[in-house]
C-alpha cells in the first residue's frame, strides 16, 4: 500500500503561522477538490441529522406505538418494523449515536496513534524500542478478532468499552505513519533551531512537529474514522452492541432478527446499511482527495499544477 | 541474516503476547466469565468435561496464576487444547472440521479478488484517463466503505426474490452426504456463490486501487520511456516493464492477506451461516464456550504471522532493493 503524504517546506519563519498555514492548507484541500466537497457536503446532512433529529422526524422512534410490518405511506416514509417502530425515524435518530462512535473513537485513536508515534520518534531509545514494540504486536494481532473475544469476555454492552475497545485495536497503523513521519522530521533545521533557541521540549511537539504534520495526522483520523463506522457498524449487527441503542448498526441486527427481507421490509434493511455506506464514503472520499492534492501524480491529467507547485514537498512513503 | 533474526524474534514475542492475551483476558475482567460459564455449562455436560475445565482455569484445585499460566503454555505446546463445551468434542478436531471449509471459500475467494483487481488495475492506469480509469476509482472508493454484511443482506434478499430456492446457508445442504461425488461438489459450490461473490465486491477494490496508483507511479519512470523510445509493443511494457515492478507492494500485501483469510471468516460465515472457522469463533463467544474462543483466536492470530513472515520473504526473493547488507 502506498501511503503519500505532505509535508510543508519550512520557508518562512516557523511558529504561529504554521499551524494557521496548516489549517488553510486544509480548507484549500476541501474546496479544490470535488471528491472533498462530496465528502464534506455528506458529512455536513449527517451531522444535521444528528444535532436536530428531533425537528427532521417528529415521531418517536422507540415507540412501538404502530402497526407491525406497514409498508411505506405517507405517515410511515420507510415503514414500520416488525414491533411497530417507525423506520424513517430511526434512520434519522440513528446518526446521533454512529456519528458519536466515529468522530469519538476517531479522535482518540488518531489521539493515542499521536503519543505514541510521535513519542516514540521524539524520545527516541529505549522509549522508541518500547512504545514500538507495543504498537507493532497490536498491528499484527488480526483486529476484528481480538474485538469480539475482548468483548466476548466483557459483555456489559455500552458504548464506552466500544468505543474504548475501538481505540486500543485500531490505533496502531496510525501510529507507525506518524511516527515514520516524525522521524523523518528529527534532523531538519527549524526543529534544531527551535532546540538551539532553548524551547522547551512540550513547545517544540506541540508548536513545531505536530502543526508540521497537520495533513497526516488529518489522513490518519479520516482512515480510523472509516474504519470504525464499518467495525462498530458489524459489532453491532453481530449482537455484540446495546440492543436498545439507536443506531444504524443495531437498526440492521434488529432487522436481521425481525427478519425483515423476508416479510419485504425492505427499507428496514436496504436504509441503515445505505446510511452506514454513505457515511464511511464521506470519511473515504476526503482522505482519497487529501491523498490526491498531495501527489501530483494521481491527479488528473488536466489539472493546472502550477497552484500546487512551489510551497509543497512531497514524499511517497511505502508503509507496507 | 541479523534483519532476519530480529523479525523471527518479534514474532515470537508476538507469539508469546498472544497466548498471554489468551490467558489473561478471561481472568482480568470484571464479574468472573469463567464463573459464570461454569454455572452454565453445570449439568449439561459430562462431569469430566466440567472438572478438565476447573482444572484449567484453577477454580477448584486453588493453584496459583503463575502453576496455570506454566500449565496454559505446556499445554498449548503440545497441542492440547481442552475440550469444547458447545461441541462436545475436542477443541482440536472442531477445528480441523472448520478450517478446511473456510480455506476454500475465503482462500479461493481472495485469490481471485487479488487476480482480478491487480488486472483491473493494470489496464485502467494504461489507459490513464479512459472510461476504466474514470469509472472505477471513484466506484470502488465508495465500494470499499460499504460495510461487508449489508452488501451480503442485499445479495441474500435478491436472490431470494429472484431464485428463492436457490441456497442462502450453510456449507451444504442438510442431509446431503459429504463426499466426492459430482452431486455433492456442485451442492457446495452453489452454497459458495453468494458468501464468495460478496467477499469479492467488497476486497477488489482495494487490489485495483493500490495496484492502479503504483503503476501510475512506475509508468512515470525512465525506463518507462527508454522502453517506448525502443519502439517496444505496448503490451510488453505494460506486462513485463512496468506491471512486473509495480506488483511488489501487491505481490507482499497478497502474502498478507491470505493470512486474514482466517480472520476475515467471522461475518461472512455468520451470515451465510457458513461452518467454517469464524462461525466456530463466534458461537464459542455467544456461548461462552472459552476453550475453543483461545484456540482459534491463537489459530488466527498464528496465520496471520506465518503469512507476514512469507510476505517478508517474498519481498526480499523478488526485490533486491530491500536486501541489507550484512
Redesign the interface.
Given at each position: 500500500m502506498v501511503a503519500l503524504q505532505i509535508t510543508a517546506e519550512p520557508a518562512a519563519g516557523p511558529g504561529p503561522t504554521s499551524s494557521e498555514r496548516a489549517a488553510g492548507r486544509v480548507w484549500r484541500a476541501v474546496r479544490s477538490n470535488k471528491k472533498a466537497l462530496a465528502g464534506a457536503v455528506i458529512l455536513l446532512v449527517f451531522a444535521i441529522m444528528a444535532v436536530i433529529p428531533g425537528l427532521i422526524a417528529r415521531d418517536n422512534p422507540q415507540a412501538f406505538s404502530y402497526g407491525r410490518s406497514l409498508g411505506p405511506s405517507a405517515q410511515h416514509w420507510f415503514g414500520t418494523t416488525a414491533s411497530g417502530q417507525d423506520i424513517y425515524s430511526q434512520v434519522i435518530w440513528g446518526a446521533r449515536e454512529t456519528l458519536i462512535i466515529a468522530l469519538v473513537s476517531g479522535l482518540l485513536s488518531t489521539v493515542l496513534s499521536m503519543i505514541m508515534g510521535i513519542g516514540a520518534a521524539y524520545l527516541g531509545g529505549w522509549w522508541d524500542h518500547g512504545l514500538n514494540l507495543v504498537t507493532d504486536i497490536l498491528l499484527v494481532i488480526p483486529t476484528f478478532p481480538l474485538l469480539i473475544v475482548i468483548i466476548a469476555y466483557y459483555p456489559h454492552s455500552s458504548l464506552i468499552p466500544l468505543i474504548g475497545v475501538l481505540v486500543i485495536t485500531g490505533y496502531s497503523y496510525g501510529a507507525r505513519q506518524l511516527r515514520a513521519e516524525a522521524l523523518s522530521l528529527r534532523g531538519r533545521d527549524f526543529l534544531e533551531a527551535a532546540r538551539v533557541r532553548g524551547e522547551r521540549r512540550t513547545y517544540i511537539i506541540f508548536a513545531e512537529i505536530i502543526p508540521s504534520m497537520t495533513s497526516l495526522i488529518v489522513a490518519v483520523f479520516l482512515g480510523t474514522a472509516v474504519y470504525n463506522v464499518i467495525a462498530a457498524a458489524t459489532l453491532q449487527f453481530i449482537g455484540f452492541g446495546d440492543p436498545n441503542s439507536l443506531s444504524w448498526g443495531t437498526m440492521l441486527y434488529w432487522a436481521e432478527n425481525g427478519e425483515a427481507l423476508q416479510t419485504g421490509q425492505y427499507l428496514w434493511a436496504i436504509a441503515p446499511g445505505l446510511c452506514i455506506a454513505l457515511l464511511g464514503a464521506a470519511f473515504a472520499l476526503l482522505n482519497y482527495a487529501f491523498d490526491e492534492v498531495g501527489n501530483p501524480a494521481l491527479q488528473r491529467v488536466k489539472v493546472r499544477r502550477d497552484r500546487y507547485a512551489a510551497p509543497w514537498r512531497i514524499r511517497a512513503n511505502r508503509a507496507s | 541474516m541479523r534483519h532476519a533474526l530480529r523479525r523471527l524474534g518479534?514474532f515470537a514475542?508476538?507469539l508469546w503476547?498472544?497466548l498471554t492475551?489468551n490467558f489473561i483476558?478471561?481472568r482480568?475482567?470484571?464479574g468472573s466469565?469463567i464463573l459464570d460459564m461454569m454455572a452454565k455449562y453445570r449439568g449439561h455436560v459430562t462431569p469430566r468435561a466440567l472438572h478438565a475445565i476447573e482444572a484449567a482455569f484453577g477454580i477448584e484445585t486453588h493453584t496459583s496464576l503463575f502453576v496455570q499460566y506454566w500449565q496454559y503454555l505446556g499445554n498449548t505446546a503440545t497441542g492440547n487444547f481442552g475440550i469444547s463445551l458447545t461441541q462436545s468434542e475436542p477443541v482440536s478436531q472442531v477445528i480441523t472440521g472448520a478450517v478446511w471449509w473456510t480455506l476454500g471459500l475465503i482462500g479461493v475467494t481472495t485469490v481471485l479478488a487479488f487476480v482480478l483487481g491487480t488486472l483491473i488495475g493494470i489496464l485502467g492506469a494504461w489507459r490513464?484517463?479512459g472510461w476504466l480509469d474514470g469509472i472505477l476509482p471513484?466506484v470502488f472508493?465508495?465500494a470499499?466503505?460499504?460495510?461487508?454484511?449489508?452488501i451480503g443482506?442485499?445479495l441474500?434478499?435478491l436472490v431470494?426474490k429472484i431464485h428463492p430456492s436457490f441456497p442462502t446457508s450453510g456449507a451444504y445442504s442438510y442431509g446431503a452426504t459429504p463426499g466426492l461425488s459430482w452431486p455433492f461438489i456442485t451442492d457446495v459450490l452453489q452454497h459458495a456463490l453468494l458468501p464468495g461473490l460478496a467477499i469479492l465486491i467488497t476486497s477488489i477494490g482495494g487490489w485495483i486501487l493500490?495496484m492502479r496508483?503504483?503503476m501510475?507511479?512506475v509508468l512515470?519512470e525512465d525506463y518507462i520511456r527508454m522502453a517506448r523510445a525502443k519502439g517496444l509493443p505496448g503490451w510488453r511494457i505494460m506486462l513485463d516493464y512496468a506491471a512486473r515492478n509495480a506488483m511488489l507492494?501487491n505481490l507482499?500485501?497478497f502474502a498478507m492477506s491470505l493470512g486474514?483469510v482466517?480472520?476475515?471468516a467471522?461475518?461472512v460465515e455468520?451470515l451465510f451461516s457458513y461452518q467454517g472457522v469464524g462461525y466456530y469463533?463466534?458461537q464459542a463467544?455467544?456461548n461462552?464456550d472459552y476453550a475453543l474462543?483461545q484456540a482459534?483466536?491463537l489459530l488466527?492470530?498464528v496465520a496471520?504471522?506465518v503469512a507476514?513472515l512469507a510476505a517478508d520473504l517474498l519481498?526480499a526473493v523478488l526485490d533486491p532493493r530491500t536486501r541489507t547488507g550484512g
Open positions: - | 518479534f514475542i508476538t503476547a498472544c492475551l483476558l478471561p482480568l475482567m470484571p466469565p490513464r484517463g471513484p472508493v465508495i470499499t466503505s460499504i460495510p461487508f454484511f449489508w443482506m442485499l441474500i434478499l431470494g493500490t496508483n503504483t501510475v507511479t512515470a507492494p507482499s500485501g486474514f482466517l480472520s476475515g467471522i461475518v455468520y469463533l463466534l463467544v455467544v461462552q474462543v482459534l483466536f488466527i492470530t496471520v504471522l507476514i519481498t
